[in-house]
């Protein structure tokens, strides 16, 4: 997906009004979420694990228009906190990880604690403010149960802000930490809408082969229980009448995450569209119709991919109803 947009009328509209991405938690890089208008996007990432910021030291700046990396957590008053480590890094949080949980379900590997850093954190219009941002549009959000303590802290953001990606929990892997209906309700309380559930885990105590896999162990299969996911949340094409430049930033999101035809209807607005007669001399089916289509078929490739492969796991685990 990177960059399809770039010699299209949509990359000429990113260009004319490009993105800021911010995430929040960025251990391992930027996710490739807006990479379709990369070339567009000043990307930003917060990550207070020492170990993982001097590796993100080394990562390419490409296909980003630019990258810049902040060495504290985002909380939601800032100060001095603890960042708890456990034996898998991936799952470290400012709150204390719930051992219970991770006995429940053998898991034990994310709720161990190894590692104890003391660590600087900001809130996040701080944040944005002293790093001189003059407010994000794309936001991600995954540090292991303080979402909502972060968001909560930040309305001016907000009001700002056109798209959200968040990491939510159904079962509470930290103390006290808000649940996913919890994030949702506040979320559409700020004029935001759920486009969609992003890659749902389950969890199983007996082995690791989740519905439909059938395995050797005891029991042979088992359902995961649901237990986190990312959510979605946008601002609605209706959200942004009346300010073409926000409109059509909120319409490049709509693109790169593959919701044309709400980037249709946000083009549609009349000022909108005279803007966009104006700027690129194309009507809103046209700037769409392009994108719509390179984004389409690459995402037909991949599935077709995604599928051939897989079938390896149900070829290599077909034995195991034989034995």
Do not use: C
């Not at 149960?145 to 972060?150: D, H, M, P, Q, R």
């Not at 809408?193 to 082969?209: F, I, T, V």
């Not at 946000?266 to 001399?281: C, G, S």
């Amino acid at each position: 997906m990177r960059n399809i947009f770039e010699h299209l009328p949509a990359g000429e509209l990113a260009r004319r009004h490009p993105l800021r991405y911010v995430d929040i938690g960025s251990r391992g890089g930027f996710q490739e979420d807006l990479h379709p208008l990369a070339f567009a996007v000043d990307a930003t990432g917060f990550e207070p694990d020492p170990e993982a910021f001097a590796a993100l030291q080394g990562l390419p700046v490409d296909p980003w228009k630019s990258v810049s990396y902040l060495p504290y957590a985002l909380s939601d008053s800032g100060g001095t906190r603890t960042l708890y480590i456990p034996r898998d890094p991936i799952a470290a949080s400012l709150l204390r990880h719930d051992a219970a949980l991770g006995t429940r379900f053998n898991k034990q590997h994310l709720f161990e604690i190894v590692r104890e850093e003391t660590v600087e954190t900001k809130s996040l219009e701080d944040a944005v403010r002293e790093a001189g941002m003059s407010g994000i549009d794309y936001l991600k959000i995954d540090v292991e149960g303080a979402e909502l303590s972060i968001l909560e802290a930040a309305p001016t953001v907000l009001g700002g802000l056109l798209a959200l990606k968040t990491e939510v929990a159904f079962v509470p892997p930290r103390v006290g930490q808000p649940l996913a209906f919890d994030v949702a309700n506040f979320m559409h309380a700020q004029g935001f809408e759920l486009m969609a559930m992003l890659d749902p885990m389950h969890w199983r105590r007996h082995g690791d082969l989740i519905d439909p896999y059938y395995g050797t162990g005891q029991p042979a299969y088992a359902r995961g229980q649901l237990i986190h996911a990312d959510f979605l949340f946008m601002r609605s094409p209706d959200a942004v009448g009346g300010d073409p430049a926000r409109a059509v930033r909120l319409a490049l999101l709509y693109m790169a995450l593959g919701y044309f035809d709400h980037a249709l209807m946000t083009f549609e607005d009349a000022q909108v569209r005279a803007y966009l007669e104006q700027a690129v001399d194309l009507s809103p089916p046209q700037v769409v119709a392009s994108a719509s289509k390179a984004y389409g078929r690459r995402r037909f490739v991949q599935a077709f991919g995604r599928q051939a492969r897989g079938m390896v796991p149900f070829v290599r685990y077909l034995k195991n109803l034989f034995e």
